[in-house]
């Protein structure tokens, strides 16, 4: 099977996927108690009011005919409009969506350029005290929860020591008069580091702890295969064992593991966002699911199941490119 055929029949699946999450969201959301039209206007307007709101965001309409439509629309593209900020949803993701993405990929940069080298020494070390001391640290970063991660780092590094800031996130692309003491490009990059850092930790911690783990545990699988024991009796260098013929191997348990904590960092992101106070998509589901915005719970939800399925899709892409034996068959993993 050729690749496009594969990315085609992998698109196809994902549509399914995308209207199984569109469905259950769809039901939970209006299972919820709550109405979002009295939390709109208030609880001291009157029926005909409430009646004339519910019925300009179709609201009064009977629930599979608001399925329908909400499936339609989104077919087309509309995410629908925002009952609480008046506004598209499509615009209010648009617009919180970079601060997001800007935190995971600083998280996920944190966490492999951390991970991947530990994971190394650990294993070319197993069983010596670096490898204890990583091992010990590995454990400590996935058991605990990156809310309490964040707390601890205001608490020291902003609140005792003062040396980063401990809200809000600083875009780097943003104009120097935006930024509150920056007159160059340079100072709106520097204030938008030393706002990353304490974010990036507090998100990158536990996906550095995963992947470490994982590629301690796969670089000794590899290390203690016949083809690398041959190489060292032939005299090959350890280094270059690593490098050529163990490194490359090792990698597709640790590809998983990065394509599945991507759901965790989205996820996390939320926690992160509330501690920091920093305006990305975490805030603004947050804000959606207090007022009751249907329109922005199911859109926020539809845009981060479709960022899933595109991460599962580029790893499950990336895996035939890392391990040639795998290709594109019907029977492939």
């Known amino acids: 099977m050729s690749l496009v055929r594969y990315v085609v029949r992998r698109l196809t699946q994902s549509v399914f996927v995308l209207w199984g999450v569109a469905t259950i969201t769809f039901l939970l959301v209006y299972a919820a108690p709550g109405d979002p039209i009295r939390i709109l206007i208030g609880p001291s307007?009157?029926?005909s009011t409430i009646e004339a709101v519910r019925a300009k965001y179709g609201l009064n309409q009977p629930l599979y005919?608001?399925?329908?439509?909400y499936l339609l629309n989104v077919a087309g593209g509309d995410l629908g409009?925002?009952?609480?900020?008046?506004?598209?949803?499509v615009e209010k993701i648009l617009e919180r969506?970079?601060?997001?993405?800007l935190l995971v990929a600083s998280s996920f940069a944190f966490a492999i350029a951390t991970a991947v080298p530990i994971g190394i020494l650990s294993a070319k070390r197993r069983n010596e005290a670096v490898d204890h001391v990583f091992r010990v640290l590995?454990?400590?970063?996935?058991?605990t929860p990156s809310f309490w991660i964040g707390?601890?780092?205001?608490?020291?590094?902003?609140?005792?020591?003062g040396m980063f800031p401990a809200t809000e996130l600083i875009l780097p692309w943003e104009s120097p008069g935006d930024v509150e003491g920056a007159s160059t490009r340079f100072e709106v990059l520097r204030t938008a580091a030393t706002h990353l850092v304490l974010p990036t930790l507090t998100l990158g911690t536990l996906q550095m702890a995963a992947i470490m783990r994982i590629e301690r545990s796969s670089m000794l699988e590899v290390l203690n295969q016949e083809y690398v024991k041959l190489a060292r009796a032939f005299g090959v260098p350890e280094r270059t064992i690593l490098r050529k013929h163990?490194?490359?191997?090792?990698?597709?348990?640790?590809l998983t593991v990065v394509g599945l904590q991507l759901t965790t960092a989205l996820g996390g992101s939320v926690l992160t966002e509330t501690v920091f106070d920093i305006g990305g998509m975490g805030t603004l589901i947050i804000t959606a699911v207090r007022a009751r915005d249907y329109p922005l719970v199911l859109g926020t939800t539809l845009f981060f199941a479709s960022m899933f399925v595109v991460g599962v899709l580029v790893t499950d892409l990336l895996y035939a490119y890392l391990d040639p034996r795998i290709s594109y068959g019907e029977a492939d993993v």
């Open 45 to 47: 307007a009157d029926a």
């Open 65 to 69: 005919v608001q399925y329908a439509k």
């Open 81 to 89: 409009r925002s009952i609480h900020y008046g506004v598209p949803v």
């Open 97 to 101: 969506f970079p601060t997001t993405l």
């Open 138 to 143: 590995g454990l400590v970063g996935v058991s």
């Open 151 to 161: 707390l601890l780092l205001i608490i020291v590094f902003a609140y005792h020591l």
């Open 246 to 254: 163990a490194f490359r191997n090792a990698q597709l348990p640790v």
